[in-house]
Nanobody, 115 residues
């Protein structure tokens, strides 16, 4: 049974930083790409970035240079380091795993950027 659990969200001031963690279980973690999404109130869920099994990463333009995705295969964890946060980054952040035709989501963690 695949399970993804995000943590690390919270309230932060503009310009601040947060580090989100997604812990996976029930899969052979190291061979899978892991993806971060976010969804703000009243908006569609959007792709934030991803990390491949080889550690290569890709990001949406609006977070490039501010967000960094990394992984620890020994811990079955993927991280989203977010720096220079702005109110526009306020959203629920989700990690996602696709295995064949199956799609797995965590429960999400709320990130609020506000003075």
């Amino acid at each position: 049974q695949v399970e993804l659990v995000e943590s690390g969200g919270g309230l932060v001031q503009p310009g601040g930083s947060l580090r989100l963690t997604c812990k996976a279980s029930g899969i052979r973690f190291s061979i899978h790409a892991m993806v971060w999404y976010r969804q703000a109130v009243g908006r569609q869920r959007e792709w934030v970035g991803e990390i491949e099994s080889d550690g290569s990463t890709n990001y949406r333009d609006s977070v490039k240079g501010r967000f960094t995705i990394s992984r620890d295969n020994a811990k079955n964890e993927v991280y989203l380091q977010m720096n220079s946060l702005t109110p526009e980054d306020t959203a629920v952040y989700y990690c996602h795993l696709g295995v064949g035709s199956d799609s797995y989501w965590g429960q999400g963690t709320q990130v609020t950027v506000s003075p």
